[in-house]
């Protein structure tokens, strides 16, 4: 059964800290992707990778950076947590390569991270 | 850019009834379609897609989907609702070589 694990199902942090969000997959997807989820706004996306090492901006990357080291492993990052950054957190990962260009599979998603900045 | 509409914050629909969430979509090319769906304190399930081809579309659950490309719907229908449909459902859409754009999301309760 395909897995995609996060590494809290909740986390509550300071205003100001540094936030390590884990996701890992076993499906030796080549593709992951971190979303954040509010209410009446969907899910969007904060960055992609499509191999290891690289990283493509979402459509909200502002205060986030990422990091793949190895192809199982996305982590997102909260340089300097926000109030306006507590959100359900998303990890995702698809089959396919070159990237965006295999867009007709789907994508498996984790449980959620629900992140509260105080 | 692309983008998806679901109009319906709440469907609410009897047991036994059928159920139609709907959806409609922007897109300059051809569409890939997905709908996904989130039960509480889960993530996200994959219940169908349409990519090409028939434009009806069997999923999980007992749930289909009619792509329609002259009213650019791909409404997720289901024959016979079940209590346990109830779930927050989410329609989206990508063109090739590009992202995945999810619609806000539409709550189905299903009461008995």
């Known amino acids: 059964d395909v897995k995609v694990t996060q590494s809290s199902r909740y986390l509550v942090k300071r205003t100001g800290e540094k936030v390590f969000l884990e996701c890992v997959q076993d499906?030796?997807?080549?593709?992951m992707f971190w979303y954040r989820q509010d209410p009446g706004l969907g899910l969007r996306l904060i960055y992609f990778?499509?191999?290891?090492?690289?990283?493509e901006k979402g459509d909200i990357p502002e205060g986030y950076s990422v990091s793949r080291e190895k192809k199982e492993r996305f982590s997102l990052i909260l340089e300097s947590a926000s109030t306006n950054q507590t959100s359900m957190y998303l990890c995702?990962?698809?089959?396919?390569?070159?990237?965006?260009?295999?867009?007709?599979?789907?994508?498996?998603f984790g449980p959620g991270t629900r992140l509260t900045v105080l | 850019a692309q983008s998806v509409a679901q109009p319906e914050d709440q469907v609410n629909v009897a047991e036994g009834n059928p159920l139609t969430v709907k959806c409609t979509y922007s897109?300059?090319?051809?569409?890939?379609l997905f709908w996904y769906v989130q039960y509480p304190n889960r993530g996200l399930q994959f219940l169908l897609k349409?990519?090409?081809?028939?434009?009806l579309v069997k999923g999980s659950y007992g749930f289909e989907a009619e792509f329609n490309k002259s009213q650019t719907s791909f409404h997720l229908k289901k024959p016979s609702a079940l209590v346990s449909d109830s779930a927050l459902y989410f329609c989206?859409?990508?063109?090739?070589?590009?992202?995945?754009?999810f619609g806000a999301g539409t709550i189905l309760r299903v009461k008995s």
């Open positions: 499906m030796d997807h080549e593709n």
């Open positions: 989206a859409v990508e063109e090739y070589g590009n992202k995945l754009v």
């Open positions: 349409y990519i090409t081809g028939d434009n």
């Open positions: 995702a990962s698809r089959s396919g390569t070159s990237g965006l260009l295999s867009s007709y599979n789907e994508q498996f």
């Open positions: 897109v300059s090319g051809n569409p890939y």
């Open positions: 990778s499509y191999d290891v090492k690289m990283k």
